[in-house]
């Protein structure tokens, strides 16, 4: 299992897990991502309405190199196929 970490970023701050997650691979840590996002933008999105452009969810490895960037707006606008595809 490795470890990977997300970092989210948004058009003013940047908020790091420090404690990251253990996935058996890069797919499954790219639909955590993906999962993660959504329930942010379901919980966050009733409450304020937010326009998700300029958020996006950073996977990192363990030493903390980017391995892929997901953003908020495509997931939200329903484009986690493309994405898990690897299709940006």
């Known amino acids: 299992m490795a ?9 003013r701050r940047i908020i790091d897990d ?8 890069l797919e499954t840590a790219r639909h955590e ?8 933008i379901e919980f966050h999105g009733r409450r304020f309405r937010r326009n998700w452009s ?6 990192l490895d363990q030493q903390k190199s980017e ?3 997901l953003s908020f707006a495509e997931i ?3 484009g ?8 940006q």
């Open 3 to 11: 470890r990977f970490c997300f970092r989210f970023k948004t058009p």
């Open 18 to 25: 420090h404690e990251g997650h253990e996935a058996p691979d």
């Open 33 to 40: 991502a993906i999962k993660i996002a959504r329930e942010f």
């Open 54 to 59: 300029g958020w996006v969810v950073h996977v």
């Open 67 to 69: 391995l892929f960037a």
């Open 76 to 78: 939200h606008a329903g």
């Open 80 to 87: 986690e196929e493309r994405l898990r595809d690897g299709r």
